[in-house]
């Protein structure tokens, strides 16, 4: 299965604080893509990272990809409150539009 | 620009019942995914429909299972007697081209399923 599995599945950080999510995939990819889904909303497209990029930076967020390891990390800097969602990492089916999301990180950011 | 439209947000049917739940794309767009999220799991992709096509339904069971995107009007996901594992989150996204590296998916809120 090409299906990405992020881990932790939950984490708890209080404002201000760090949350580093990771995930990892099993077959080749053409890129990764890192969505947020509030508790009963549609996913959020946070960032989408190429299989030959390493590292890329979108506000406070920042993704790694190791291909080699087959894995990807979502850091969250300096969080905040409305950044408690679930995060998903998600690789397609060399399609590029069939993506498979993992189960998610359940990311709990309080005051 | 109002965002991807899905309703009902929650439906409940019994064993043996249809449920169809509809989606409506991003104005402007004509490319509709619809994927499935089961509980406690990740959503898996189901099926891809450009207006009166289905493209790719890879991911569609083989049985009780169908989509369409007609001309005029949202697209549809029917599933036919419906059984308890079919219970799952059902969300619909759409794009302006095809979704790939330069095109991200837009999701809809999601309809959530509960067979009793």
Redesign the interface.
Known sequence: SQQGEEDPQALSIQEGENATMNCSYKTSINNLQWYRQNSGRGLVHLILIRSNEREKHSGRLRVTLDTSKKSSSLLITASRAADTASYFCATDKNSGYALNFGKGTSLLVTP | NA??MQNPRHLVRRRGQEARLRCSPMKGHS?V?W?R?LP??????MV?LQKENII?E??MPKERFSAEFPKEGPSILRIQQVVRGDSAAY?C?S?LR????QE???????TRLLVL
């Open positions: 965002g991807v490319h995914y994927y999220q406690e799991e990740g959503l898996k992709f891809y790719d890879s991911g969300f996204a794009s095809l979704a790939g590296e991200t998916q837009y999701f809809g809120p999601g």
